[in-house]
């Protein structure tokens, strides 16, 4: 494989999950399905704008799946799909890979 081959591969799954917010929408989505409401509780500092528009983002690339029901006020939940869940060993292993270089990373 060649050293383009990888960075395509990188490239295309940093356009997928890149931004400040898509990486911990999806560590939140993990924990299970959440309504809209509670993931911007849980990630408090986003502004209900740009959590809109991650949640849309990550649904239109597949990651993601927005259930709508049928009530007033609406009630709308927030699931990782299939190729979501497929993520988790990613953000894992840049979990551990943070608490091993805890020490030397400069932030």
Not at 12 to 33: C, D, E, N, P, S
Not at 68 to 77: A, S, T
Not at 82 to 102: F, Q
């Amino acid at each position: 494989m060649s050293g383009k081959e990888v960075d395509c591969q990188v490239e295309l799954t940093l356009k997928l999950i890149g931004g400040r917010w898509k990486v911990l929408i999806i560590q939140q989505l993990l924990q299970g399905t959440k309504r809209f409401n509670a993931l911007q509780r849980s990630l408090s500092t986003i502004s209900h704008k740009s959590l809109t528009q991650q949640l849309r983002e990550l649904e239109r690339d597949g990651l993601v799946s927005r259930k709508v029901y049928p009530q007033v006020p609406p009630k709308v939940e927030y699931r990782l799909t299939e190729l979501g869940k497929s993520l988790a060993p990613i953000l894992y292993a840049m979990h551990d890979w943070a608490n091993e270089h805890k020490g030397k990373i400069r932030s």
